[in-house]
């Protein structure tokens, strides 16, 4: 859990978790493989919380359960489709 | 290291799996690990320092990436594999350890330490078990760079092939699915209790393992002469040669004892007056059915299916599930198998389970109550069930019944699973025995009604007694107070056995009661048409059924029943039976 210090342009997308298994290790992983690819920092902040996207752990920490909703903020435009990207693996309950 | 030991050191722990055996120690993880020295890397070098950390993460990669490569994919623990290899590189784990390194200046085995003990901390306090349990992950996959960064020699366990005890800290899942198991002679591990995993795994292997010995990879050294009791769970380091002489002879005694009981138990177990009982065995996996073969089980009373839904995030798919029933039900055919369907609950909590935070989780949502709320969950299970029915002789048990109406959804939902199989044209049998686990207090009271929608009960003592008397069994203040011979318990059975009776179906037992030689005078007595229990118990079990007289166990449950206290209630047993018992029975003095 990071605390935001910079205040840059950033864009953002609110979604639930739908899956039932909630952000659980697997899921995690794959949001995290997504992330990894950005050009700038993305975030997954749940509450006052917020995680490093591209980081498993960071995000486990969230403890993100079914119905949990979260925002998804990214620190460049650029990184948009990765924003929408993970954000429709989220929507789509990762398939389970 | 055979030189003149003049004293025995004996380590305690819990006897996982019978059996003695004596060799030497072959530890897997060597020392060295845990004890992690601190020194300051100069500005200069600290790019090089970050380097050999980079190494060591890649070294382990790799070993992981072989492991997954190799891993038979029945073993379900590939995508834990997965996980552990994603870890690795996880910022919070790889990027901080190399920004401590680069701030702080210190070797990259401190940095790493202190990286993991932050991690670790931020997980233990969680309150969701699942994640909690992601403690151990970290620390697992933390220890595989840390050994090496350290450069400990690394153990290839699928490379022993010496006759061997091996002696570990706690064996992870990927290193139980690597161990050569057959070529060990047995093993002991520094955690772990009686129903963990690799316990599981050596009483299927027959070998005898001793687990919690909370500090054996500390007291034995590679090589040192060892002795597994596993039949008391001492394990006896540097014995003397008066020691070594004394467990010689209990070996020999024991795996005579062993070659005939279980010679005799593939026979049938009848009384002395010719009353025939099944004696049923306890499985969890299908690598169980052999050993239960071997003791001479007469089917499967109890064949646990949570194994298959732990240590992963996703559910088990139909077929998935069908396969492995298949493969138990095909073996033990025309042996009854029965199926308990999925019961988790608090200490078996399901890795993709969310928990909701239960205070009081054996009184929660578990069991049948689960099931119900996720039919969808409960119909693959099902559906998996009716279709290995169609290879042999299977039976459903429903775990937890409380009230009636549960057992009337499972049917229910039983119906709809088999006629969407109809519907589907696949093969499957929906004309098997449902039975129904008595094991809360309600069921029983309310068991001549739950008696008209089933074929049989099965008495699971273990939560009945905790539930009946109130007692949590993991509490030391009360743990006492957990008592089979309660007089409240025993009356219980009886009522049970009655309404069975009664209304002429069966009723078996299948808690730890029924595996416990002393109580089965008292079983009998009671009416009980088939024990299950542990596999390796059976043979034991047998043999008491044998040497006694079922015509005789009615009066004296009549005098049981007399009792007020389970005190007098287990001196009555000891002054009528006591003599048979210990004839019948393999019972060691402690040297």
């Known amino acids: ?96 | 290291m055979m030189d003149a030991a003049t004293e025995d050191i004996i380590l305690k722990g819990i006897s996982a799996s019978p059996g003695v055996c004596i060799g030497k120690a072959y530890l897997v993880y060597r020392e060295g690990v845990d004890i992690v020295e601190k020194y300051q890397i100069e500005e200069k070098s600290r790019s090089n320092e970050i380097k050999r950390f980079k190494a060591a993460v890649k070294k382990a990669r790799d070993e992981l990436r072989k492991i997954v490569e190799r891993s038979p994919e029945e073993l379900q623990r590939a995508h834990i594999l997965e996980t552990h290899m994603a870890l690795l590189k996880d910022k919070m784990l790889y990027g901080s350890t190399i920004d401590v390194i680069k701030n702080e200046g210190v070797n990259a085995e401190w940095a790493l330490k202190q990286i993991v003990s932050n991690l670790r901390e931020i997980f233990q306090t969680m309150t969701d078990p699942y994640l909690k349990e992601r403690a151990g992950d970290v620390v697992q996959v933390a220890d595989s760079i840390m050994q090496n960064l350290v450069g400990a020699e690394r153990v290839n366990i699928a490379a022993i092939d010496k006759r061997v005890i091996l002696v570990a800290h706690d064996l992870s899942p990927a290193q139980t699915s690597q161990i050569n198991l057959e070529r060990v002679m047995g093993f002991i591990t520094d955690r772990g209790g009686k129903a963990s995993h690799t316990g599981i795994i050596a009483r299927s292997l027959e070998i005898p393992a001793v687990v919690g010995l909370k500090s054996a990879t500390l007291s034995i050294r590679n090589d040192d002469l060892i002795i597994v009791d596993g039949n008391t769970g001492n394990v006896i380091i540097h014995p003397t040669e008066d020691t070594l002489v004394q467990y010689e002879e209990r070996k020999i005694n024991y795996e005579e004892y062993k070659a005939v009981i279980t010679r005799e138990s593939q026979a049938p177990a009848e009384s002395a007056d010719g009353v025939r009982i099944a004696v049923m065995g306890n499985i969890e996996l299908p690598e169980e059915v052999f050993a239960l073969i071997n003791y001479g089980g007469d089917g499967i009373g109890l064949y646990r299916t949570e194994f298959q839904y732990f240590n992963r995030s996703d559910f088990p798919g139909e077929d998935e599930l069908f396969d492995k029933y298949r493969d138990v039900v095909e073996v033990m055919d025309p042996k009854p198998v029965t199926i308990r369907t999925l019961d988790i609950n608090g200490d078996k909590a399901l890795a993709n389970h969310i928990d909701s935070g239960e205070k009081n989780p054996a009184l929660g949502l578990r069991a049948i109550r689960y099931c119900l709320k996720k039919p969808d969950i409960f119909k693959d299970q099902l559906r998996a069930i009716l279709r290995a029915a169609a290879f042999g002789n299977v039976r459903i048990l429903f775990p937890m019944i409380s009230t009636y109406f549960e057992i009337c959804e499972a049917n229910r939902i039983l119906d709809e699973a088999a006629e969407s199989l109809e519907k589907e044209g696949l093969p499957y049998k929906r004309d098997i025995e449902i039975g129904a686990m008595i094991e809360v207090p309600s069921a029983v009271i309310m068991a001549d009604v739950i008696a008209e929608s089933v074929d049989f009960f099965s008495i699971g003592t273990n939560d009945l007694i905790q539930y009946s008397l109130a007692i949590d069994r993991g509490n030391e203040q009360v743990a006492h107070l957990y008592q089979p011979l309660d007089p409240a318990i025993i009356r219980m059975l009886k009522h049970v056995a009655d309404v069975a009776r009664e209304k002429a179906i069966k009723v078996f037992m299948c808690g730890e009661m029924a595996g416990t030689p002393h109580h089965i005078p008292l079983l009998l007595g009671i009416g009980m048409d088939e024990l299950s229990m542990n596999p390796q118990t059976i043979p034991d079990i047998k043999r008491v059924i044998r040497s006694l007289n079922v015509a005789d166990t009615h009066a004296f449950v009549n005098e049981v029943l007399k009792q007020t206290t389970a005190k007098s209630t287990f001196e009555l047993i000891k002054a009528t039976y006591g003599s048979i018992l210990a004839e019948q029975t393999y019972i060691e003095e402690e040297i």
């Open chain 1, 1 to 96: 859990m990071t605390n935001s210090t910079r205040s840059a342009p950033e864009l953002s997308r609110q979604v639930i978790i739908v899956n039932e298994l909630g952000l659980h290790a697997r899921s995690a992983a794959r949001i995290a493989e997504l992330a990894q690819n950005s050009k700038a920092a993305v975030w997954v902040k749940k509450g006052a919380e917020k995680a490093d996207a591209s980081s498993i752990l960071d995000i486990l920490t969230l403890a993100c359960g079914k119905g949990s909703k979260i925002t998804l903020i990214i620190k460049d435009k650029a990184d948009r489709q990765i924003l929408e990207d993970i954000a429709n693996l989220i929507e789509s309950g990762f398939g389970e």
